[in-house]
């Protein structure tokens, strides 16, 4: 059975009333309460676990308690948990809301991705860089490996996630970073690709005009969209429910970074008609990953609450 573990610093006047909530919900495992024991915040430390099922609603309680803002509350995932009687009455109760996502965790991982410190724009410069020579060697492998190391996809979703919950300071945030960062990535990448011109470097293939790997990515067409879209619903179910292998083929799915690589080669080549392709591909996989991430968002909650509204219903009865 899945669970999370809480950790809480509450105040001694809030106290009996956070532990009367937690201990009157079956979905809350090995409750423990020690008088005073918390500093910095002071207070009384709580530690529970939670089935991740139920997690919504007593999170939900502790918040409205105000336990975040005057103590505080941690949250932690268990790997592993032996249980017994006590997991297969939470079972019962939570019913088909068994898998239901904690949002609150969902969106703080979300959010931890939408934090823009230099690394952000030196991973998508060296992305940048791998794509490039992928370019002009016609290296497929080279092409994965940045998608791969490319940061971009944490910025797209957090864009999405600030579109569903109306935050407008972090959708500026994110489209900021997504504008300077591949901006920084085009100009070193086009410096870079006139490097390899003008010493030759590009494989002979590439100079006769037999450039298979650039053609698939500055020739934007239906599959695009279609590819782009499949990857931003994969890619926030994947975060939902923690799968990474799942979002790590989301990484090597989506045509950002190449098409980026490919607007600074084809400049540097002088093909422009390429330049422009990549450019409206690049436009496409962003846009539609934003778009389809937030509409996913969004249906993911509606359709929970739907469950959750339900089994509410069916329990009443």
């Not at 009333?17 to 409750?31: K, M, R, S, T, Y």
């Not at 103590?71 to 009455?89: C, K, L, N």
């Not at 846009?287 to 249906?299: E, H, K, W, Y």
Request: net charge neutral.
């Amino acid at each position: 059975m899945d669970m999370i573990h809480v950790r809480a610093v509450s105040p001694p006047d809030l106290t009996s009333e956070v532990v009367d909530l937690l201990a009157g919900d079956p979905c809350v495992l090995n409750l423990i309460v020690q008088t005073g024991a918390a500093r910095n915040p002071d207070g009384d430390a709580i530690a529970c676990d939670v089935l991740t099922g139920g997690a919504n609603e007593v999170l939900h309680g502790l918040r409205a308690l105000e336990v975040d803002r005057r103590g505080s509350i941690v949250i932690e995932p268990v790997d592993i948990a032996f249980s017994g009687r006590a997991t297969d009455a939470g079972a019962q109760k939570l019913g088909p809301l068994t898998r239901s996502p904690v949002w609150e965790q969902v969106e703080a991982r979300i959010w931890a991705q939408g934090r823009y410190a230099p690394s952000f724009y030196l991973y998508l410069v060296i992305a940048g860089l791998i794509g490039s020579v992928g370019i002009v060697t016609n290296s497929q492998i080279l092409i994965v490996a940045a998608m791969v190391v490319g940061p971009e996809y944490g910025a797209i979703v957090s864009i999405a996630l600030g579109i569903d919950r109306g935050d407008r300071g972090r959708v500026r945030k994110g489209l900021f970073a997504l504008f300077v960062g591949f901006l920084l990535t085009v100009v070193i990448t086009f410096l870079f690709s006139l490097l390899i011109r003008g010493f030759d470097l590009q494989s002979q293939a590439f100079t006769a005009g037999l450039r298979p790997v650039s053609n698939l990515i500055n020739t934007p067409n239906f599959f695009s969209f279609a590819v782009a879209a499949l990857a931003g619903i994969v890619g926030i179910i994947s975060l939902t429910e923690a799968r990474t292998s799942a979002l790590l083929g989301v990484f090597i799915s989506v045509t950002t970074i190449p098409a980026a690589a490919d607007i600074s080669v084809s400049v540097a080549f002088t093909s422009w008609s390429n330049a422009w392709g990549s450019l409206v591909q690049l436009l496409v996989n962003i846009v539609v990953l934003i778009v389809v991430g937030t509409a996913t968002l969004r249906c993911q909650r509606a359709i929970w609450r739907k469950v959750g509204a339900r089994h509410a219903r069916a329990e009443q009865q």
